[in-house]
């Protein structure tokens, strides 16, 4: 049983993990056979988010980890203590939490920062050569991982110019994609789809999401 390291970034579209992304990249790892470690780095969040009126909650603030353990049911661990000697393919669910809590991109742009934990466990997986998957905006952060390398990834976060730009200013070659599709970096064992980034409804998001899930699985095997 290949067991696969899903990292969250929170809980909730607007300031953590996209809730449907995360429990349908869990919900397929469990179908075809995997084993969930789940984990997330204990930190703040950017901010606190309304997801009602859309709007910042001002003076609130909540915690990366303790916010993720809601879609993990309790069942997280701290970034920190895992490497990648603990599980054979690590996968990145999107939402805004992608793009503020593990790095700094919905705010700076190409020019963002990344959690060091994350670069981290990005850079382990590559370089244990084992795969690796992004979804929604959190290709961004396997780009900004990979900076400076000399890896020359291709990634997907569907057809946005201005995210694709960044990323190919990052070093990352952007693949345009529908939202039900996935595409593969076979060399680098790295598998990226557009999910809501494109996605209208949860049934397409989902397909892909399923491709991308069946792929990683096929590279561990």
Excluded: W
């Excluded at 969040?45 to 909650?57: D, S």
């Excluded at 382990?124 to 952060?141: F, G, H, Q, S």
């Excluded at 595409?183 to 892909?208: F, H, W």
Aim: aromatic share 4%.
């Amino acid at each position: 049983m290949a067991k696969v390291c899903v990292v969250l970034s929170g809980c909730g579209v607007y300031d953590g993990s996209e809730i449907h992304e995360a429990v349908l990249t869990m919900y397929f790892l469990d179908k075809y056979g995997a084993e969930l470690l789940i984990a997330a780095p204990n930190k703040e969040q950017l901010h606190v988010v309304n997801h009602l009126t859309g709007e910042v909650a001002e003076r609130e603030s909540r915690n990366v980890l303790v916010e993720s353990a809601r879609i993990a049911r309790g069942n997280i661990k701290d970034l920190k203590d895992v490497s990648a000697d603990d599980f054979d393919a690590l996968i990145f669910p999107g939402g805004f939490g992608a793009a503020k809590n593990l790095t700094t991109f919905a705010i700076d742009g190409v020019d963002c920062q990344i959690d060091p934990e994350v670069k981290r466990i990005v850079r382990e997986t590559i370089e244990a050569k084992k795969p690796l998957a992004a979804i929604c905006i959190a290709p961004v952060l396997v780009a900004k991982a990979l900076e400076g390398t000399g890896i020359k990834t291709k990634i997907t976060i569907g057809t946005d110019e201005n995210v694709a730009s960044a990323i190919e200013n990052l070093g990352a070659n952007h693949i345009s994609c529908p939202v039900k599709e996935a595409v593969v970096d076979e060399e680098n064992k790295i598998i990226t789809t557009p999910a809501y980034m494109l996605g209208q409804r949860i049934s397409e998001v989902a397909e892909g999401i399923e491709k991308t899930v069946k792929k990683l699985l096929d590279f561990v095997k």
